[in-house]
């Protein structure tokens, strides 16, 4: 597809559990930024990845969270040992990378922590 | 102090006036500013990019003013549609992430 893709686009899991979230960039962006928005709040910077630089995980709210990417494809999101509070939805967004800014969002996977 | 502000409104526009609203941030160094627009339960849609020079997109009009630290957005002629939540965005130069603002909701009314 022609945009940024993420799956699932709905996550119902038990408190403890492991989950994974993935995002397809839109082909030939570089740059792919995490983001979580929690109900009615505005978004939280989690990570972003550019090229095959080190990634800037400065938002990642404990070391519960972590993601990867595989050169400039697919990032996978993982929270380890789900809380309650990591209800949100996270979404995913690339851009073409270095000077331009321009970021798409993917439409979101809502996790529900139960 | 937040890295980028915005009045979380809401404000409440009779269909086919103007609003305009502003939003600050704190990093003088910041290059690159954003409006998205977000619709409930949707995701962030770029809206358009802010200039120094200020620009125009139809009904649509940003500016942007270094000296002081904020940008605009100015919505002439308000349509129903235009109702949603519009989120200020702020990128260093040096850094990478995009840094959004709480966003300011906007409810035009018949």
């Known amino acids: 597809g022609a945009g940024v893709s993420q799956s699932p686009s709905n996550k119902v899991t038990e408190k403890g559990k492991d989950v994974e979230l993935r995002c397809d960039p839109i082909s030939g962006h570089t740059a792919l930024y995490w983001y979580r928005q929690r109900l009615g709040q505005g978004l939280e910077f989690l990570i972003y990845?550019?090229?095959?630089?080190?990634?800037?995980k400065s938002g990642l709210p404990s070391d519960r969270f972590s993601a990867e990417r595989t050169g400039e494809s697919v990032s996978t999101l993982t929270i380890q040992r789900t809380q309650q509070e990591d209800s949100a939805v996270y979404l995913c967004?690339?851009?073409?990378?270095?000077?331009?800014?321009?970021?798409?969002f993917g439409q979101g996977t809502r996790l529900t922590v139960v | 102090r937040k890295e980028v502000e915005q009045d979380p409104g809401p404000f409440n526009v009779p269909e086919g006036a103007t609003v305009a609203f502003n939003c600050t941030y704190s990093?003088?160094?910041?290059?690159?500013f954003f409006w998205y627009r977000q619709d409930c339960r949707k995701e962030p849609k770029l809206l358009m990019s802010v200039y120094s020079s200020g620009n125009e997109d139809g009904r649509f009009t940003a500016q942007l003013n270094r000296a002081s630290q904020y940008i605009s957005l100015l919505i002439r002629d308000s349509k129903l549609s235009d109702s949603a939540t519009y989120l200020c965005v702020v990128n260093e130069a040096a850094g990478n992430k995009l840094t959004f603002g709480g966003g300011t909701r906007v409810l035009v009314k018949p």
């Open positions: 990093n003088s160094a910041s290059q690159s």
């Open positions: 967004a690339s851009s073409r990378g270095g000077g331009e800014k321009k970021a798409f």
């Open positions: 990845f550019q090229g095959n630089s080190a990634p800037d």
